[in-house]
């Protein structure tokens, strides 16, 4: 039996087919390579020392599933594919309902096809939407999204709920990431945007390597303790460890589950520029420009579900964040390429 990986070429993805391999799994990676390089699997691969069969497709190409499913026995599947930048989501909202939304039921339509039922879904803390409580707690309804990236992360969650109301055998867990940065201790894989980088890390690390300039900090009078906004960054290996404790847990659960996974503790955008000269030993030059539009002033996990029912927590803190992004950025000045 194998795991299939949509989207496992990508970011987090990666790093959780090496966590699979690692740990002895046979994974069947996905991918459409929209935005990621063959290169990270050729890596995860050689990290591991075992290989992951890779089909390059898209998760809304029928033929392509079926035949994936008809080739090979899958238990379960974990879905990262999706687009994922929230202005650009703003300016193309079709493609992103079509490529997020529509994917995911033409994924879940197959695999009932082929009987597989149990299902992991990469969904976001954004779908507490502006007016959650901190820190967001998964008790907290969701919705009141403010883009249609995490209104599409918000509809494929309920999409989740009705098909397991209505078919007992679907066992699904959805992950709600905070802000997920870092990269594998090897400095092998990581994150490579294409284009100017959206992020807060890859933007400083891509100044530390002299890719840009200087780093727009968007707000310095929020009121938050140093007038920037705070989030729960999150290492990607302790994210991609996440993804194995709920393959684990998928048989307990009835129907569909959420978790947040989370550090359950914020920092400033301040704090991570200091965090990050520290490691790098190298001074990033920054500027306070106005607010980003859609900015939350502060949120965090409540973490202590998925510590409780999954067995997860953080292990890695701001300073392996911090070193293993100016690991991977130093090693790999123009990421995969
Ligand atoms: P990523 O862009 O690096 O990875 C997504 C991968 O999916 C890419 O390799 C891309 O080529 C592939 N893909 C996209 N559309 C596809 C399609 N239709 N068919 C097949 N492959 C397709 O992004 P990531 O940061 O690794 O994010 C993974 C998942 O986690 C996404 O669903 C994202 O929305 C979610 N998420 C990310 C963050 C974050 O900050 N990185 C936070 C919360 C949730
Ligand atoms: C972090 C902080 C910025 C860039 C986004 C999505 C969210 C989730 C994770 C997918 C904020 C500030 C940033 C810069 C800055 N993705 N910043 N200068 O916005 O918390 O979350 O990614 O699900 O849905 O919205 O992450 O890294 O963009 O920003 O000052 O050049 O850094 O204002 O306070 P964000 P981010």
Same mark, same amino acid.
């Given at each position: 039996m194998a795991i299939l990986v949509t989207g496992g070429a990508g970011y987090i993805g990666s790093h959780t087919v090496l966590a699979l391999l690692q740990r002895g799994d046979d994974v069947v990676v996905l991918d459409n390579l929209s935005n990621?390089?063959?290169?990270?699997?050729?890596?995860?691969?050689?990290?591991?020392?075992?290989?992951?069969?890779?089909?390059?497709?898209?998760?809304?190409?029928?033929?392509?599933?079926r035949d994936l499913f008809a080739a090979h026995d899958i238990s379960a599947v974990i879905h990262f594919a999706a687009l994922k930048a929230v202005g650009e989501s703003t300016r193309m909202p079709l493609e992103y309902y079509e490529n997020n939304v529509a994917g995911t039921v033409v994924l879940l339509e197959e695999m009932r096809n082929a009987g597989i039922y149990q299902f992991i879904f990469s969904s976001s803390a954004t779908v507490y939407g502006a007016n959650a409580p901190v820190p967001y707690v998964e008790t907290t309804p969701i919705g009141g999204t403010t883009s249609?990236?995490?209104?599409?992360?918000? !509809?494929?969650?309920?999409?989740?709920?009705?098909?397991? &109301? *209505?078919? =007992?055998?679907?066992?699904?867990?959805?992950?709600?990431?905070?802000?997920?940065?870092?990269?594998?201790e090897s400095g092998e894989i990581g994150e490579d945007p294409s284009g100017i980088p959206n992020n807060l890390l890859p933007y400083i690390a891509q100044v530390a390597i002299g890719r840009l300039d200087k780093l727009g900090v968007f707000?310095?009078?929020?009121?938050?303790p140093d007038g920037t906004a705070q989030r729960d960054y999150i290492?990607?290996?302790?994210?991609?460890?996440?993804?194995?404790?709920?393959?684990?847990?998928?048989?307990?659960?009835?129907?569909y589950k959420a978790y947040n996974l989370g550090a359950?503790?914020?920092?400033?955008?301040?704090? !991570?520029?200091?965090?990050?000269?520290?490691?790098?030993? &190298? *001074?990033? =030059?920054?500027?306070?420009?106005?607010?980003?539009?859609?900015?939350?002033?502060?949120?965090?996990?409540?973490?202590?579900?998925?510590?409780?029912?999954?067995?997860?927590?953080?292990s890695r803190g701001i300073d392996e964040m911090m070193r293993d992004t100016w690991n991977w950025q130093s090693k790999n000045p123009n990421g995969f390429r």
């Amino acid at each position: 039996m194998a795991i299939l990986v949509t989207g496992g070429a990508g970011y987090i993805g990666s790093h959780t087919v090496l966590a699979l391999l690692q740990r002895g799994d046979d994974v069947v990676v996905l991918d459409n390579l929209s935005n990621a390089s063959r290169e990270s699997i050729n890596r995860v691969e050689k990290l591991a020392g075992k290989q992951a069969v890779f089909c390059e497709g898209d998760v809304l190409d029928r033929a392509c599933l079926r035949d994936l499913f008809a080739a090979h026995d899958i238990s379960a599947v974990i879905h990262f594919a999706a687009l994922k930048a929230v202005g650009e989501s703003t300016r193309m909202p079709l493609e992103y309902y079509e490529n997020n939304v529509a994917g995911t039921v033409v994924l879940l339509e197959e695999m009932r096809n082929a009987g597989i039922y149990q299902f992991i879904f990469s969904s976001s803390a954004t779908v507490y939407g502006a007016n959650a409580p901190v820190p967001y707690v998964e008790t907290t309804p969701i919705g009141g999204t403010t883009s249609p990236y995490g209104t599409s992360k918000l !509809m494929v969650e309920l999409v989740m709920q009705d098909f397991a &109301k *209505a078919e =007992p055998q679907f066992k699904a867990i959805a992950l709600r990431y905070f802000n997920p940065v870092g990269a594998h201790e090897s400095g092998e894989i990581g994150e490579d945007p294409s284009g100017i980088p959206n992020n807060l890390l890859p933007y400083i690390a891509q100044v530390a390597i002299g890719r840009l300039d200087k780093l727009g900090v968007f707000g310095g009078d929020y009121e938050t303790p140093d007038g920037t906004a705070q989030r729960d960054y999150i290492h990607v290996v302790d994210l991609a460890q996440g993804h194995l404790k709920a393959l684990d847990h998928l048989s307990k659960v009835e129907g569909y589950k959420a978790y947040n996974l989370g550090a359950g503790k914020g920092y400033s955008v301040l704090e !991570m520029i200091k965090a990050f000269e520290k490691a790098a030993g &190298k *001074a990033i =030059p920054f500027e306070i420009k106005p607010r980003r539009d859609g900015d939350l002033p502060a949120f965090w996990a409540d973490a202590s579900l998925a510590d409780k029912e999954l067995n997860w927590r953080v292990s890695r803190g701001i300073d392996e964040m911090m070193r293993d992004t100016w690991n991977w950025q130093s090693k790999n000045p123009n990421g995969f390429r």
